[in-house]
């Protein structure tokens, strides 16, 4: 079974950065796309961004020009590069990847953006 283990999160002040990584137990071309996620107190999981097999990617709105989804396939490894972090973006962040119509998810890492 596919596991997925993400690291990178923290307590940052608004306009700081951080990175956060998603390895995968697997080869990431095995999935039909992975991304990430977030689930904010009292908030539903929303995504941020996602990245398919052939390189297509799809940003949330809000953190266009901010945020940058990248991946390393030599190390099965996805990245999102967060830059100017807004208070707004304080949840708790999950990878995912996809096969088809199955999930699934790492176990999360909490961003905390401090104003």
């Known amino acids: 079974q596919v596991q997925l283990a993400e690291s990178g999160g923290g307590v940052v002040q608004a306009g700081g950065s951080l990175r956060l990584s998603c390895a995968a137990s697997?080869?990431?071309?095995?999935?039909?796309?992975m991304g990430w996620f977030r689930q904010a107190p009292g908030k539903e999981r929303e995504l941020v961004a996602t990245i398919n097999v052939g390189g297509k990617i799809v940003y949330e709105e809000s953190v266009k020009g901010r945020f940058t989804i990248s991946r390393n396939n030599a190390e099965n490894t996805v990245y999102l590069q967060m830059n100017n972090l807004k208070p707004e973006d304080t949840a708790v962040y999950y990878c995912?990847?996809?096969?088809?119509?199955?999930?699934?998810w790492g176990q999360g890492t909490q961003v905390t953006v401090s104003s």
């Open positions: 995912r990847a996809r096969i088809l119509s199955r999930f699934r």
């Open positions: 697997e080869n990431i071309f095995n999935f039909n796309d």
